[in-house]
Each structure stands twice: as structure tokens, then as C-alpha cells.
């Protein structure tokens, strides 16, 4: 087991995974990190999800609340970014982990192959 000071810890990665057990969280996270400078507006998640803006607002407000993304306003609208440049190397470590697990099915292995490609910056390669 762990122990008590070490369970403060546990949480803040077991929040991390939180914010990102949802697909349409994933795709939010994969167009940031492929955004230019890794800010986007709302406009354009909505229009790349194709989500409800109920829903969108939803997924960003988890992701907010469990630090994988900031926000700033800038007059009428709200931007999105990346809370740390990592976060798109673990979606390529994610991106990685889906590859090999769907070796074995080929049509599965070409879907993925077909999906947009995540950027990892020279900072989050470091």
C-alpha cells in the first residue's frame, strides 16, 4: 500500500486520468495539441468535435478542473490551451499504446492509422 503522505500525491495523478477517461476529451486534447502555439477557441472545438456546446463546455470544464487545461478570454471569446506541453507527449505515448494494441487487427491498425497526427513539440520531446 501507500502511505498517508504519499496519498495526496496518488490523487492528483488518479484526477489526471480522470480528465481523460472520456473520447471526446482525448479529441479536444489531440486538436489543442495540434492547434497552432497549442491554443484554440471554443469555435473551433466545437466545430472540429462536432459536439453539442453544452457538451464541449462540460468536457472543458473536467478537463479545467482536473489541470489539463487552461483558459483565457479574449473579448468574446474563450481560448484553450494545454496546461503543460507534456500532456501532448502523453497523448503520443497514447497514440503508441493503440497502435500496438490493435496490431493484431488489421482494419482496426488502418482506422488508426487514418487518425489526425499529434504533435509533439520540441519542449514536451525534452
Do not use: C, W
Not at 479529441?27 to 484554440?40: D, K, N, Q, Y
Not at 463546455?57 to 483565457?72: E, F, I, M, P, W
Amino acid at each position: 500500500m501507500y502511505s498517508a503522505a504519499q496519498a495526496p500525491l496518488y490523487e492528483i495523478k488518479a484526477n489526471l486520468f480522470k480528465g481523460l477517461a472520456h473520447p471526446a476529451r482525448i479529441r479536444v486534447l489531440e486538436l489543442l495539441a495540434a492547434a497552432p502555439g497549442t491554443t484554440a477557441p471554443v469555435s473551433y472545438l466545437l466545430a472540429e468535435t462536432g459536439l453539442e456546446a453544452s457538451h464541449l463546455s462540460q468536457h472543458l470544464a473536467t478537463l479545467r478542473k482536473h489541470g489539463v487545461v487552461t483558459s483565457s478570454r479574449s473579448a468574446n471569446a474563450v481560448n484553450y490551451t494545454l496546461a503543460h506541453p507534456k500532456i501532448a507527449e502523453l497523448l503520443a505515448i497514447a497514440r503508441t499504446f493503440l497502435l500496438d494494441t490493435l496490431a493484431g487487427s488489421q482494419e482496426r491498425l488502418q482506422l488508426a492509422g487514418e487518425l489526425p497526427a499529434v504533435p509533439v513539440s520540441a519542449e514536451a520531446a525534452s
